[in-house]
């Protein structure tokens, strides 16, 4: 199919958007659309995330309404004295809805099956609460989006290659802030703490693979959001970020669109120049 524009704006994240740019390659752009500088996929960021848990006497009620009840920034800005660049935020649950924690707890042994099986549940129940580390995640280019040269999609369009190891900055930064978790686990009487550093599955926010930028060497799209490379492409998503940033980055990525759109309102004369 295709389907003519005048402008196309591509809102696929850090992940669909440059395998789509990668996939588009032609004669004219054999290394993929708008890709002149070479950084579309590179620059993955994710936000690597910590989770320190402990449990307390007080019935929390955690699985009513929302578990994540507050945040703190205290630990967000580069302090040289720490060991890393940038930093983290740390972000606090009251317990866990019902059925994660009977999952979460018979995974670690604490809930038995058959005799004992309701009482360990109700004991473990409602007590929980955790500080979280959101890590910010910094830009590194072999981090990055490739397409995967077998595996292919249903439609037989190749699948991405996800390469990413997480840096010796952030796991410094997830060490500390796992550290002060533990502290304020101890201050909050809590017991049978148990931490999980890094969380294995914690690739939500996917960044950075089509940052935007000035200089169309460094970076794929313009501090508008238009490609370098052709003018009528805009990106709107969370691949244009140049940084992770410590904090969950929905809010920021509609923000970004909304200013992308307002910007492309204001230019609509002189839009392609």
Not at 35 to 55: E, I, K, Q
Not at 128 to 152: Q, W
Request: aromatic share 8%; glycine share 10%.
């Amino acid at each position: 199919m295709f389907q003519p524009a005048h402008v196309v704006v591509v809102a696929c994240n850090g992940v669909g958007t440059p395998r789509l740019l990668l996939n588009s390659a032609t004669a004219r752009c054999p290394d993929g659309l708008a890709n002149s500088s070479g950084l579309v996929g590179r620059n993955l960021m994710f936000h690597p995330w910590a989770v320190v848990s402990g449990y307390v006497d007080e019935k929390l009620d955690g699985h009513r309404g929302s578990p994540l009840c507050m945040w703190s920034q205290e630990f967000y800005e580069s302090d040289p004295s720490r060991g890393f660049v940038r930093g983290y935020e740390h972000q606090f649950g009251r317990g866990a809805q019902v059925i994660s924690e009977g999952i979460q707890n018979m995974a670690l042994g604490r809930i038995p099956w058959g005799e004992g099986h309701h009482d360990a549940f109700r004991h473990w129940s409602g007590r929980r609460f955790s500080v979280e580390v959101c890590c910010e995640d910094l830009p590194e280019a072999h981090n990055r989006v490739t397409l995967d040269p077998v595996l292919k999609d249903g439609h037989g369009i190749a699948a991405p290659r996800i390469s990413y190891r997480i840096s010796e900055n952030s796991r410094r930064i997830l060490a500390h802030g796992v550290a002060r978790g533990q502290e304020i686990m101890v201050a909050a009487g809590a017991s049978d703490m148990h931490v999980t550093c890094p969380v294995p599955v914690a690739g939500w926010h996917l960044l950075g693979t089509c940052r935007m930028g000035a200089d169309p060497a460094r970076s794929v799209v313009n501090e508008w959001g238009r490609s370098h490379d052709v003018k009528n492409l805009f990106v709107v998503d969370g691949s244009v970020f140049v940084t992770s940033g410590g904090v969950n980055p929905t809010t920021t990525i509609q923000a970004i669109a909304l200013y992308i759109a307002d910007q492309m309102k204001q230019r609509l004369a002189t839009l392609f120049e």
